[in-house]
């Protein structure tokens, strides 16, 4: 039995559903990440798993125990909150120690486990600090302290790297991770930042509009997204998607054709989980970083627009004889001008397959 | 152009720049002190002037038809031995205490339930409304209300079996009285400022506290009343002056009475100066009243560390 599991829930505010009938679950010890854009309800089913929403409809299990409208403190789940939500007026121990205050705990047990706290987060010296003489990165450091401390049963976390400059932030994740692997803790965690998908999850539940997308590993949702829009939302650059029309249909391959492959046509091979029809239209996704300068069969002409030279790399922006915009990521400096004519390859990459409803065709 | 050819020209240039900026900042001081000037030209006219008048008053003997008399320290030495004077600060101490305490905890849990569970406009207004009537209207009001035999609130005891009250007209009572109007008047100022300081206090901290099992009585004592703290100093900082400073409310209900028992420093005050003409005496009582309020607000800030606040 997964050791949390949400089925069916539904959240409204008011009249307006926030959260539509979500079911999932995560195993112990498992680093489960919800990942999309600003508004579609990922921080409210994280707050609705705290207990700091009322679940409008469904339930929620956590270790074989329903605490669907059970008060936050039983769920036995500890949060970081995106603002830390740090006690002004306590030093760093007393918002370490106040949850084991609560709970009673004697003394000596409260000052031993502050103390280990401290000692896994490195803020030993921080203890008799006020939250103001804090930097971000210390203060998040604090707020997880502050989490680990009561040794809860699943650990949430709301946007927690959000407050930091892009270099603490970087070294705070490769912090998380390793705190997810030292304590094996369960974890959910709220992100818009799919680099922090990417690298922290051992799965990725995609959510837009209250409803979840897919769910899978990064690596199942970078190279076999459900649909349109978790291609379009994991990946960075995002993944080129331009329409093609279905022209033949053949025993195991489609043939489809567009302005943008150089012949006007491609043949794409399955296996698909529906076949189309001959004149319907698809969705064709390309990742710029799947697509090679030369080297192989070329699938896409197009002539260059602007280049973006990022050091050991190039960012080629171009667009196709009929107007679609490309881009290409070369792992290469390049010399290209605006106006030059490109012809880039699939090499390894994959060639992905949208229907009209914007549903992945091929496995 | 070359460094050569043009250092002279920078060197002019540089000079301009200069008069021009200090003739800016100057024009930038002059705005300054023209929007100070009106409030300033008030304070020193109705605040700063009277004060430094009274002071002079203070060390004469006058009674408004002779010319001032100076006489030194003798009204100040006279105060110490003078009882009436003592009895008022008795009776203007025992005001505060029945006051304040009450007033503040009401106004405290008035706020904190409407932020914790109506946050109602209407419900505001309704708590803030005592306040917009004026201090002698609510002192008529309650002076019918409070009447030993005609008023409404008697009636309401009787109803419930309860004895009749002399209220007003009793030694023993007149004081709690005129603090229980001051209360049903000031509460829901007092409301509203506590209100606003509990807006200042982010709700995920509570919500925090929630997740690591408080309840609504700890997250008061731990949370919010620790982080009211600058508020809580301006509150009771102004309600305590305002408490020594009762007048309109005595004078329309009990005039010092009945038998002197609500004679406040005010009232005192304002017997000796304008009913035995002692102009003299009644601003020394002034100027010490001037100087108890000054130490009880500076030992009060301090106290309440009025200037730090732990929100960011």
Known sequence: MSFLKIENVVKRFGALPVIKGVSLSAEKGEFVV????????????????AGLEDVDEGTLTIDGEEVTHA?????????????????????????????????????????????EAARILQIEALLQRKPRQLSGGQRQRVAIGRAIVRNPKIFLFDEPLSNLDAELRA?????LARLHKNLGATIVYVTHDQIEAMTLADRIVVVRAGVVEQIGSPADLYDRPANMFV??????????LFQANVTAVNAGTITVASAVFPTGKWEIA???????????TLTLGLRPEALTIGGGEPIAAFSVDLTENLGGSTQIYGRAKDGTNLTVLAHQRTELSSGDRLEVSLGTGLLHVFDGDGLALRV | MTDRHRSPLSGTSRTASGTSRAARKWREALTGYAFVAPAFVGFAVFYLLPTVRAMQISLTDWNLLRAPRFVGLANFERLLHDDKFWHSCEVTLAYVLYNIPLQTALGLALAVLSDRLARSVILRALIISPYLISNVVSGLIWLFMLDPLLGLTNAWLVAVGLPHQPFLASPDQAIISVAGISIWRHTGLTALLFY??????????????????????????????????????????????????VFDV????????????????????????????????????????FLVLILITLVQMRLLRADQSDLD
């Open chain 2, 196 to 245: 606003a300081g509990l807006q200042s206090i982010p709700k995920h901290l509570y919500e925090a506290a929630r997740l690591e099992g408080a309840g609504e009585w700890l997250m008061f004592r731990r949370i919010t009343l620790p982080l009211l703290r600058p508020v809580m100093a301006f509150v009771l900082v102004t309600t305590i002056i305002g408490s020594f400073q």
């Open chain 1, 71 to 115: 008060e936050p403190a039983r769920r036995h789940v500890s949060m970081v909150f995106q603002s830390y939500a740090l006690y002004p007026h306590m030093t760093v121990y007393q918002n370490i120690a106040f949850g084991l205050e609560i709970a009673r705990q004697p003394k000596p047990e409260i000052d031993r486990r502050v103390q």
């Open chain 1, 171 to 175: 070294q705070m994740r490769v912090e």
């Open chain 1, 270 to 280: 399955g296996p698909f989980l529906r076949m189309p029809e001959v004149g319907s």
């Open chain 1, 34 to 49: 919800f990942v999309g854009p600003s508004g579609c309800g990922k921080s409210t089913l994280l707050r609705l798993i």
């Open chain 2, 250 to 289: 005595i004078a329309v209900t009990t005039s010092g009475g009945p038998a002197d028992a609500s004679r406040v420093i005010l009232w005192f005050i304002y017997e000796n100066a304008f009913q035995f003409n002692k102009m003299g005496y009644a601003s020394a009582v002034s100027i010490l009243l």
């Open chain 1, 231 to 240: 291609a379009g939302f994991i990946g960075s650059p995002k993944m080129n």
